[in-house]
């Protein structure tokens, strides 16, 4: 705030002042609702906060970062809320972004949405005006009812009163974004909340360590049996692996059924390299084939929604030529497009595990004429792809640019791949292939733009890796300022903007001829100088060679480096692979 642009009669600082006033009075055997808040979190294995400081949560911020918490300050909420959602993910720990009232709240949501509809388990800590004045809308600085607008956006929503209750409300909010299906968490912290003051030994004795925040849930042994069942009768078995089992941590056991059953199986996007792309069970390169073809599939952790076409039409072959096993923590998913045969509600590592046990010695691996049929349609497919990405044009088309960094994962198979953006995502996701699990991050189950920044930098400071974002230029555009915040923590990502000129292409033209076409872009722009203002390295690529030898040497060097990868604006279309989703005019107005 500004008394140059409001007529407050106070400056932020100023009100911030009576928070640390009382804090400063607490002594030593008092305490209050900054630390609290800080305690409990730290109590439950919590040590990295991702947020945007201002009222009321600057000193919270600033207290956590001093008691040894991480403090990641990003440059707008969405970003840290991305990050706190993708970190989530990776760790099975929820995420926490915090958040100012009202507009920093509300540019959280989003992130928090969109957590919840892709299963991560996050919580979105928010300060917010006082009750009374809210309640009364009497127009409290940044006045909003948070708590009743974060409801329906999330899987549940907490608000705490009392400092004494603070330990509950931390507690409650961490069991429940990581117990059943995951998800994103809303935990409304009142500002006079944190100058709480209260006895110190009554607020240690008044939090709680979450014991068990995702107990295993195991699966009856009926719904095993008949899962068995099932898949003892198919011919053409096929597994679908989703970002579920990714999350599930339960590597081991989802190979070990992969391998012991013999079963050929297909990745979803974040689900890539849970085993290795280049598996000879994967039927990733001929994906049409087998989800038209396959009579048994079973869903490991993933659901039957607009990725996998529903479940139904020309996707997957005759009405009824499928029977669908499915693997999930949550059982309301269970005939959510189609019936399911057998229904295994459970964690995806029980799950497994039991399937396993059951299969017994005399498990017979599906018949060759499957098999070997997949392998031949996934040959002819990957040698008709290894032409094309040999390709060395200036300037680079898609294929060309993403041969080059497919080698550079192959070589570099623990780096963090993060993508979003509609041809760099749909051409990088399948020319890609990942080794490890939980090394690509993405757009997910909305396919939005944005998530860029915030997993790229989630993912370096999770897990000390170096990131390799690849970004479409319109992508990018939606986290973009977030560079500054690579540079200031100096984090080990490299940024790679296939740079078309535009959203999907950059040919577009206004038709009256006033203004750009609706999804170009200014021509031959060079984001790379943007890495360069932050004292980043900033890199203009023109062809493959430039661009992996610009990429090896980030990742050698582990500096935030920002490469403007020139791409052919005729290349891309519109809408990438899902062009069938985008409604068409086919009206012609008359002048
Ligand atoms: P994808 O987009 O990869 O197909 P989805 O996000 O659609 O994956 O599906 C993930 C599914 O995994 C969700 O239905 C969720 O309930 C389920 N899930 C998440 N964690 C677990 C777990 N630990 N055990 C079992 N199922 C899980
Ligand atoms: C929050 C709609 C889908 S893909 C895309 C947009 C705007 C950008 C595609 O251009 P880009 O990629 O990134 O340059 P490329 O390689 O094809 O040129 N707002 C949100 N989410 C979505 N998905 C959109 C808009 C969209
Ligand atoms: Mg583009």
Redesign the pocket.
């Known amino acids: 705030m500004d008394r140059n642009t409001t007529d407050q009669s106070f400056t932020e600082s100023e009100f911030n002042a009576e928070s640390v006033t009382n804090a400063e009075d607490t002594g030593p055997e008092q305490t209050d609702g900054f630390h609290l808040v800080i305690d409990a979190l730290k109590l439950n294995g919590i040590d990295t906060i991702y947020g945007v400081p201002g009222i009321p949560i600057t000193d919270l911020g600033r207290m956590a970062q001093a008691e040894g918490m991480r403090v990641i300050s990003f440059r707008h909420e969405q970003n840290a809320g991305n990050a706190a959602a993708i970190a989530g993910f990776l760790t099975k720990k929820p995420g926490i972004c915090l958040t100012v009232s009202a507009p920093g709240f509300l540019n959280g949501l989003t992130a928090l949405a969109n957590a919840t509809t892709?299963?991560f388990p996050m919580i979105l800590i928010s300060g917010s005006s006082e009750r009374e004045i809210v309640d009364l809308q009497q127009g409290d600085y940044e006045e909003m009812d948070q708590l009743a607008i974060a409801k329906p956006l999330c899987k549940a929503a907490f608000r705490v009163l009392h400092a004494a209750d603070i330990g509950i409300g931390v507690a409650r909010a961490i069991r429940a974004a990581c117990s059943g299906?995951?998800g994103g968490v809303y935990l409304d912290l009142p500002a006079k909340l944190f100058s709480q003051v209260i006895d110190a030994e009554t607020g240690a004795k008044s939090l709680v360590k979450v014991i068990d925040p995702?107990p295993a849930q195991l699966p009856a042994p009926a719904a095993v049996k008949r899962a068995l069942d099932v898949l003892k009768g198919a011919k053409r078995p096929l597994l679908v692996l989703?970002?579920?089992?990714a999350?599930?941590q339960a590597d081991e056991e989802v190979r070990a059924l992969v391998e012991r059953s013999g079963i050929p199986y297909v990745p979803?996007?974040?689900?890539k390299g849970l085993l290795p792309d280049t598996h000879e069970q994967s039927a990733g390169a001929a994906r049409s084939m087998v989800l038209k073809d396959a009579d048994v599939v079973v869903l490991v952790?993933?659901?039957l929604?607009w990725?996998?076409s529903h479940g139904k039409g020309k996707t997957w072959g005759e009405p009824g030529s499928k029977k669908f096993i499915q693997?999930?923590?949550?059982p309301k998913?269970m005939d959510s497009n189609v019936e399911i045969v057998a229904p295994l509600v459970?964690?995806?590592?029980s799950?497994v595990s039991a399937l396993l046990e059951g299969m017994g010695d005399d498990w017979k691996a599906p018949p060759a004429e499957w098999t070997d049929g997949i392998k031949a349609r996934k040959d002819a497919n990957l040698s008709k792809m290894s032409a094309k990405l040999l390709k060395n044009s200036t300037p680079m088309d898609f294929h060309g640019a993403l041969g080059a960094l497919r080698t550079i994962i192959k070589e570099r198979p623990d780096a963090i791949l993060v993508n979003e953006g509609a041809n760099t995502l749909d051409l990088a996701r399948s020319v890609i292939d990942m080794y490890q699990p939980r090394k690509r991050l993405d757009v997910?189950?909305w396919g939005v733009m944005g998530i860029g920044m915030g997993f790229a930098i989630a993912a370096a400071v999770e897990t000390g890796k170096p990131v390799l974002a690849v970004e479409g230029d319109s992508a990018f555009g939606f986290s973009g300022m977030e560079v500054e915040t690579i540079c200031r923590y100096n984090l080990p990502v490299c940024i790679v903007i296939f740079n078309n000129n535009g959203i999907y292409r950059g040919t577009d033209t206004d038709p009256t001829g006033r203004d750009p076409g609706t999804t170009v872009f200014v021509k031959d722009s060079r984001y790379d100088k943007m890495m360069e203002a932050f004292g980043g390295i900033g890199v203009n690529a023109t062809t493959p060679d430039e661009l992996a030898r610009a990429v090896n040497e980030a990742m050698d060097s582990g500096k935030p480096t920002l490469i403007n990868a020139v791409i052919d604006p005729n290349a891309g279309t519109e809408s990438g692979n899902i062009g069938s989703l985008n409604p068409q005019s086919t009206v012609k107005k008359k002048k």
């Open positions: 892709n299963c299906r995951p995702a989703g970002k579920g089992a999350y599930a979803m996007s974040m689900a952790g993933a659901r929604n990725l996998l693997i999930d923590i949550e998913e459970g964690d995806i590592g799950c997910g189950t």
